[in-house]
């Protein structure tokens, strides 16, 4: 479906006064929120759905605050069929009303009164029917088993998809939901069911309690067959005096394998309530598995949702989804309090949804689950978000809105990761018990209402008596976009150790943006002492400064970013380089981790070349910690795949990855060890992964491909014996024995999908699918994407497949903008900003940059989002093109 960007302004369209009974002046179409002087009180929403038809109906009511003389008012409705509006007044007097689908593209609705009512409170009553969507947003359709089901997704702007509403966060109201559905049938929302009447031959109604005040975008139901498993009860606490209750909710046949995660859901909750002293406030908790879904999950208030593989498991599920299931849980959950107790104003501060949650993810793994190591995953994902941080069309993490695609496109790196990361750091600079103290003041002024990134900054800086300028530092890092690049010199002055330090805006070769940039950072460093290593913190809040590194060892090394804690990259010396390399074993792994990137930072800055990166990396192979061991290998990877160019360069970056790798592999083994660390089964996919897809040691492939051979043999009852691999490894194996044995291994995947309902499983087929490197078997592969039988969240798992040379890139691009209508179509707004990037990342040309813009920017006008992403993977492309011009192949 084809979606038309609506330009967004930041500001409410300018209200009029006149006398009490005089026509409103005639006003515009609103461009961005939803004018004030007709503000939402109440809704009840009341639907009729049966998930088998192709279409529903529903009544949606509305008390309005009618704030000032008007013969109309705005809203937001999207593909509604509306038979009747009843538009009663004050004094009870009803009449009928007309709706116009003014912007139908849009969502932008008209409700007509039919004359000029004064100032008073109203209630509409809209009657419609509409579609049940088949791209994953509003009240949309999905199968399991060839058994249909209906379920919602509204975040961020399909509510109005599914019923007409003020669609936008800043509106909070409670709602009464009621769902007349098949009698066969069950179904949940976000409150408590509280009756159930018949509702004529083959029909009921549920009718749910009233909920808490939510914005249009958390609410949540969903009608089928349901699996619904009863999880252990949430017991009372300091916070909280009622027991939760705690369900999971999965189609049919699936309950069973609910059960992991409903046992470790009750410790989530009880740290999110002892960390913000603030009972859950949302009277029940389902967990959703959701057949098909466009996001990872969905933080509905008493309804969360999920990807199915996140919470149907087993006891033999990759070790990859018992960790995510409980991150993603975590994460989710921490939403109730920031993002539904208390929830962004608008879709600029959407940070304050997601930041929160990643941050408090991260916490809360680490007090339940410490083996999980959530510290080196911040550290991970900040890096991450680094790369997109670094590039010129970057967002801010405070991002103006001028268009429905900077709402769509907001759910990405920046404001997770990054905005993650940036509360960590002046978490630390606080201190923790600090920044906790500002974190429940925050929460108990807005519950149950809306906030704003000053509130938040400004409970902060109370709860550590910070002025202004913790203020400014702090919006420093939200409201301009980039990676700040600190670097360091080292002096000996008058018997004291100095550490010389300035920054700037960290640019990758080829870059075309202006590095004059100043944050205030929260800098600190480590170094050496006589008998161990010292910390020291400074504010830098100007181009440069100084530190004097008390107690110093002469000469001494200098970790620049101590403990990882700081959002920035780092430079030094070549000195100074080869003595923090000389000493890397005395860092902690969060700093290990700091390291590593700041030495691909300075490889992708021109700074190193091939071989100083390869020799400073190397150390970080032989530690201890999984996340360090390989993180090492994106830049080895870009190397091999884009710097060495001849026979003998390839051999030396494959000798370092075989020292490098190998043994811990072999160490390791090609299966599960009984009770062996989590950790361990992590690192063998990871390894494995690498150096069979990557850098194709035969080795590997030999061993994997064994096991994808079994994998792909037919048991008797006729299905693949998908089970015979490990299943860590069956997704590796699968893609292995598809390039290895060709056509015949494609067709055995293409034939088993369909006929498999487990996630895991299935997940692990796309990983085959999408790995072949002969084009006319991925286009075969990518035509299967478009069919019925791979679900629309799967789609583009197949599509991004194998583009590591220019040939597959080119076989993908022949195929993709063949088939870019039906794409289309077959994928929501969500997928719009990854348009260009599933067409042409990886690319590394100006060719494959011109081809992309030339294509793309006729189009940009009817996908949302789409130039967000145009511009971030063209640029993508032309600093790899810049930087293999920059680097010298025979430095490896």
Same mark, same amino acid.
């Given at each position: 479906?084809?979606?038309?960007?609506?330009?967004?302004?930041?500001?409410?369209?300018?209200?009029?006064?006149?006398?009490? &009974?005089?026509?409103?002046?005639?006003?515009?179409?609103?461009?961005?929120? &939803?004018?004030?002087?007709?503000?939402?009180?109440?809704?009840?929403?009341?639907?009729?759905?049966?998930?088998?038809?192709?279409?529903?109906? *529903?009544?949606?009511?509305?008390?309005?605050?009618?704030?000032?003389?008007?013969?109309?008012?705005?809203?937001?409705?999207?593909?509604?069929?509306?038979?009747?509006?009843?538009?009663?007044?004050?004094?009870? $007097?009803? $009449?009928?009303?007309?709706?116009?689908?003014?912007?139908?593209?849009? *969502?932008?609705?008209?409700?007509?009164?039919?004359?000029?009512?004064?100032?008073?409170?109203?209630?509409?009553?809209?009657?419609?029917?509409?579609?049940?969507?088949?791209?994953?947003?509003?009240?949309?359709?999905?199968? !399991?088993?060839?058994?249909?089901?209906?379920?919602?997704?509204?975040?961020?702007?399909? =509510?109005?998809?599914?019923?007409?509403?003020?669609?936008?966060?800043?509106?909070?109201?409670?709602?009464?939901?009621?769902?007349?559905?098949?009698?066969?049938?069950?179904?949940?929302?976000?409150?408590?069911?509280?009756?159930?009447?018949?509702?004529?031959?083959? /029909?009921?109604?549920?009718?749910?309690?009233?909920?808490?005040?939510?914005?249009?975008?958390?609410?949540?139901?969903?009608?089928?067959?349901?699996?619904?498993?009863?999880?252990?009860?949430?017991?009372?606490?300091?916070?909280?005096?009622?027991?939760?209750?705690?369900?999971?909710?999965?189609?049919?046949?699936e309950g069973h394998r609910m059960q992991h995660v409903l046992s470790e859901t009750p410790s989530i909750i009880h740290t999110l309530e002892n960390y913000y002293g603030f009972g859950y406030p949302f009277g029940k908790l389902d967990l959703l598995a959701a057949p098909d879904f466009s996001a990872g999950a969905m933080e509905n208030?008493?309804?969360?949702?999920?990807?199915?593989?996140?919470?149907?498991?087993?006891?033999?599920?990759?070790?990859?989804?018992?960790?995510?299931?409980?991150?993603?849980? =975590?994460?989710?959950?921490?939403?109730?309090?920031?993002?539904?107790?208390?929830?962004?104003?608008?879709? %600029?501060?959407?940070?304050?949804?997601? =930041?929160?949650?990643?941050?408090?993810?991260?916490?809360?793994?680490?007090?339940?689950?410490?083996?999980?190591?959530?510290?080196?995953?911040?550290?991970?994902?900040?890096? *991450?978000?680094? !790369?997109?941080?670094?590039?010129?069309?970057?967002?801010?993490?405070?991002?103006?809105?001028?268009?429905?695609?900077?709402?769509?496109?907001?759910?990405?790196?920046?404001?997770?990761?990054?905005?993650?990361?940036?509360?960590?750091?002046?978490?630390?600079?606080?201190g923790e018990d600090t920044f906790q103290k500002g974190m429940r003041a925050y929460i108990q002024a807005h519950k149950f209402g809306n906030a704003t990134a000053d509130d938040l900054v400004g409970a902060i800086a109370t709860a550590a008596n910070q002025g202004p300028t913790f203020k400014h530092a702090f919006n420093s890092f939200?409201?301009?976009?980039?990676?700040?690049?600190?670097?360091?010199?080292?002096?000996?002055?008058?018997?004291?150790?100095?550490? $010389?330090?300035?920054?700037?805006?960290?640019?990758?070769?080829?870059?075309?943006?202006?590095?004059?940039?100043?944050?205030?950072?929260?800098?600190?460093?480590?170094?050496?002492?006589? @008998?161990?290593?010292?910390?020291?913190?400074?504010?830098?809040?100007?181009?440069?400064?100084?530190?004097?590194?008390?107690?110093?060892?002469?000469?001494?090394?200098?970790?620049?970013? #101590? %403990?990882?804690?700081?959002?920035?990259?780092? %430079?030094?010396?070549?000195?100074?380089?080869?003595?923090?390399?000389?000493?890397?074993? #005395?860092?902690?792994?969060?700093?290990?981790?700091?390291?590593?990137?700041?030495?691909?930072?300075?490889?992708? $800055?021109?700074?190193?070349?091939?071989? @100083?990166?390869?020799?400073?990396?190397?150390?970080?192979?032989?530690?201890?910690?999984?996340?360090?061991?390989?993180?090492?290998?994106?830049?080895?990877?870009?190397?091999?795949?884009?710097?060495?160019?001849?026979?003998?360069?390839?051999? %030396?970056?494959?000798?370092?990855?075989?020292?490098?790798?190998?043994?811990?592999?072999?160490?390791?083994?090609?299966?599960?060890?009984?009770?062996?660390?989590?950790?361990?089964?992590?690192?063998?996919?990871?390894?494995?992964?690498?150096?069979?897809?990557?850098?194709?040691?035969?080795?590997?492939?030999?061993?994997?491909?064994?096991?994808?051979?079994?994998?792909?043999?037919?048991?008797?009852? *006729?299905?693949?014996?998908?089970? +015979?691999? @490990?299943?860590? &490894?069956?997704?590796?194996?699968?893609?292995?024995?598809?390039?290895?044995?060709?056509?015949?291994?494609?067709?055995?995947?293409?034939?088993?999908?369909?006929?498999?309902?487990?996630?895991?499983?299935?997940?692990?087929?796309?990983?085959?699918?999408? +790995?072949?490197?002969?084009?006319?078997?991925?286009?075969?592969?990518?035509?299967?994407?478009?069919?019925?039988?791979?679900?629309?969240?799967?789609? +583009?798992?197949?599509?991004?497949?194998? !583009?590591?040379?220019?040939?597959?890139? @080119?076989?993908?691009? !022949? /195929?993709?903008?063949?088939?870019?209508?039906?794409?289309?179509?077959?994928?929501?707004?969500?997928?719009?900003?990854?348009?260009?990037?599933?067409?042409?990342?990886?690319?590394?040309?100006?060719?494959?940059?011109?081809?992309?813009?030339?294509?793309?920017?006729?189009?940009?006008?009817?996908?949302?989002?789409?130039?967000?992403?145009?511009?971030?993977?063209?640029?993508?492309?032309?600093?790899?093109?810049?930087?293999?011009?920059?680097?010298?192949?025979?430095?490896?």
């Open positions: 479906m084809h979606r038309f960007v609506r330009p967004l302004a930041l500001t409410v369209l300018a209200m009029c006064c006149g006398a009490a &009974l005089a026509a409103a002046p005639a006003d515009q179409v609103p461009h961005g929120t &939803l004018p004030r002087w007709a503000v939402p009180e109440s809704y009840q929403l009341s639907f009729k759905v049966d998930p088998k038809q192709q279409d529903y109906s *529903g009544t949606t009511t509305i008390k309005v605050d009618l704030k000032q003389a008007a013969d109309h008012l705005w809203l937001d409705g999207r593909d509604l069929n509306v038979s009747k509006v009843t538009i009663t007044d004050a004094s009870g $007097h009803a $009449h009928d009303g007309k709706y116009v689908a003014v912007a139908p593209n849009e *969502g932008v609705s008209r409700i007509d009164f039919g004359s000029t009512l004064k100032p008073q409170p109203l209630t509409l009553a809209i009657e419609y029917t509409a579609p049940l969507n088949q791209q994953l947003q509003g009240l949309y359709k999905v199968s !399991h088993a060839g058994v249909p089901y209906a379920m919602t997704q509204m975040e961020p702007i399909s =509510a109005r998809y599914a019923f007409p509403g003020f669609d936008e966060p800043g509106f909070k109201t409670p709602y009464d939901i009621s769902l007349t559905i098949p009698s066969d049938v069950t179904a949940v929302a976000n409150t408590k069911q509280i009756s159930e009447t018949a509702a004529g031959a083959g /029909w009921k109604t549920l009718t749910f309690a009233k909920t808490q005040p939510l914005p249009t975008y958390l609410v949540a139901f969903a009608v089928g067959p349901w699996d619904i498993v009863n999880g252990p009860d949430i017991a009372p606490d300091d916070y909280r005096t009622e027991v939760l209750p705690l369900r999971g909710i999965a189609a049919h046949g208030p008493g309804l969360v949702t999920f990807r199915d593989w996140l919470l149907l498991l087993d006891p033999d599920s990759p070790a990859k989804y018992v960790r995510g299931s409980f991150n993603v849980t =975590a994460h989710e959950l921490a939403h109730q309090w920031t993002g539904d107790t208390v929830t962004l104003a608008w879709w %600029n501060d959407i940070w304050l949804n997601e =930041a929160f949650a990643t941050w408090m993810q991260q916490k809360v793994t680490m007090k339940v689950h410490p083996e999980y190591r959530a510290d080196l995953d911040r550290i991970s994902g900040a890096e *991450g978000a680094m !790369h997109n941080d670094s590039l010129t069309s970057a967002r801010q993490i405070r991002q103006p809105i001028t268009g429905n695609g900077d709402i769509e496109t907001a759910f990405d790196g920046i404001t997770y990761q990054k905005g993650a990361a940036v509360l960590g750091m002046f978490e630390g600079y606080v939200l409201n301009q976009s980039g990676v700040p690049y600190v670097q360091t010199r080292l002096e000996q002055k008058g018997g004291k150790t100095i550490l $010389h330090l300035s920054q700037d805006r960290y640019l990758p070769v080829g870059s075309t943006g202006d590095a004059n940039r100043v944050w205030g950072i929260p800098v600190c460093v480590r170094y050496a002492t006589g @008998d161990g290593t010292k910390q020291s913190c400074e504010l830098l809040d100007k181009p440069t400064g100084t530190m004097v590194l008390a107690d110093a060892s002469t000469p001494t090394w200098v970790m620049p970013n #101590a %403990n990882a804690r700081g959002y920035y990259r780092f %430079n030094l010396s070549k000195q100074e380089w080869a003595d923090l390399t000389q000493h890397v074993a #005395a860092l902690s792994d969060t700093e290990q981790l700091a390291y590593a990137d700041s030495i691909d930072a300075g490889f992708r $800055h021109g700074d190193l070349n091939a071989g @100083d990166a390869m020799a400073a990396l190397k150390p970080l192979t032989g530690v201890t910690t999984r996340e360090v061991v390989v993180a090492p290998l994106e830049t080895i990877k870009w190397i091999y795949r884009n710097e060495a160019v001849t026979d003998a360069q390839q051999t %030396n970056v494959v000798a370092w990855v075989k020292d490098a790798y190998m043994p811990r592999m072999e160490q390791l083994g090609y299966q599960r060890k009984p009770g062996e660390a989590d950790g361990d089964s992590l690192l063998r996919s990871t390894l494995a992964s690498a150096l069979a897809l990557d850098f194709k040691l035969p080795e590997v492939r030999a061993a994997l491909l064994k096991q994808g051979d079994a994998a792909l043999a037919k048991k008797a009852d *006729g299905h693949l014996n998908l089970t +015979a691999a @490990d299943p860590d &490894l069956l997704g590796v194996a699968l893609a292995v024995a598809v390039q290895e044995r060709g056509e015949p291994a494609l067709d055995a995947l293409i034939a088993e999908l369909p006929q498999t309902t487990d996630p895991a499983l299935r997940n692990a087929m796309l990983d085959g699918l999408s +790995a072949t490197d002969t084009p006319a078997l991925a286009d075969k592969a990518r035509d299967f994407s478009l069919s019925k039988q791979v679900k629309v969240g799967e789609m +583009a798992a197949i599509l991004r497949g194998n !583009h590591d040379t220019s040939a597959a890139r @080119d076989a993908l691009w !022949h /195929w993709f903008t063949g088939h870019y209508d039906q794409v289309v179509a077959r994928t929501g707004s969500f997928a719009g900003g990854r348009l260009p990037a599933l067409a042409g990342g990886g690319g590394c040309s100006k060719a494959e940059a011109d081809r992309l813009q030339a294509y793309f920017e006729p189009r940009l006008k009817d996908v949302t989002g789409a130039d967000r992403g145009l511009a971030q993977t063209r640029e993508q492309t032309l600093l790899c093109a810049a930087l293999k011009a920059k680097q010298d192949p025979s430095k490896i």
